[in-house]
């Protein structure tokens, strides 16, 4: 299986900050990764997929890039209503795997 | 508005039975791949199970596979996952999501604890 390294786990930022957020794919899969945000006690929201295509209504200050085994997820200017933990996911090949996520807290 | 509701979660006891359903609004379901995609308490996205939009080809993770069925019912648009054999280690919050991939559109949830 692929496995996916993202970090860091948790990170604490200001509001108007800029975050960025890294995956390591364990094998070359091309642009098939895609990053999720959830929010607490809610289901996870698709932003990001093919690791750049932002999804239809989400605010354009989130972003990503990279293809082959390395992945960043970038916001530009913090909001407090980013505060969440967010996920990468791969599907270059079954079974789909989940990084490990990292928790964003606001300072 | 296009919408999953999931539902049939519950309290079981280890080696017991549970069949978990996933029902749709909105949007045309057997246009759709379909997936089951659980989160353990505190923790990590863990997909569990994918069907086609035909219900013709079926994936499942490896630690599930020989104890969950997923189907679906196109005429009721309706997803299901039977799990049997059931384990401490499937206690999770259990979702339904569309897509082939990416995950586009994602239920609220039903919660599967397996406590004897």
């Known amino acids: 299986d692929i496995q996916m390294t993202q970090s860091p786990s948790s990170l604490s930022a200001s509001v108007g900050d800029r975050v960025t957020i890294t995956c390591q794919a364990s094998?070359?899969?091309?642009?098939?990764l895609n990053w999720y945000q959830q929010r607490p006690g809610k289901a996870p929201k698709l932003l990001i997929y093919d690791a750049s295509n932002l999804e239809t209504g989400v605010p354009s200050r989130f972003s990503g890039s990279g293809s082959g085994t390395y992945f960043t997820f970038t916001i530009s200017s913090l909001q407090p209503e980013d505060i969440a933990t967010y996920y990468c996911?791969?599907?270059?090949?079954?079974?789909?795997?989940f990084g490990q996520g990292t928790k964003l807290e606001i300072k | 508005q296009e919408q999953l509701v999931e539902s049939g979660g519950g309290l079981v006891k280890p080696g017991g039975s549970l069949r978990l359903s996933c029902a749709d609004s909105g949007f045309t379901f057997s246009d759709f791949h379909m997936n089951w995609i659980r989160q353990a308490p505190g923790k990590g996205l863990e997909w569990v199970s994918y069907?086609?939009?035909?219900?013709?080809?079926?994936h499942y993770a490896d630690s599930v596979k020989g104890r969950f069925t997923i189907s679906r019912d196109n005429a009721k648009n309706s997803l299901f996952l039977q799990m049997n054999s059931l384990r401490a280690e499937d206690t999770a919050l259990y979702y339904c999501?569309?897509?082939?991939?990416?995950?586009?559109?994602w239920g609220r949830g039903t919660l599967v604890t397996v406590s004897s």
């Open positions: 094998q070359d899969i091309s642009n098939y």
């Open positions: 999501a569309r897509g082939f991939g990416y995950f586009d559109l």
């Open positions: 069907i086609s939009s035909s219900g013709l080809t079926i």
């Open positions: 996911q791969h599907y270059d090949d079954l079974p789909y795997i």
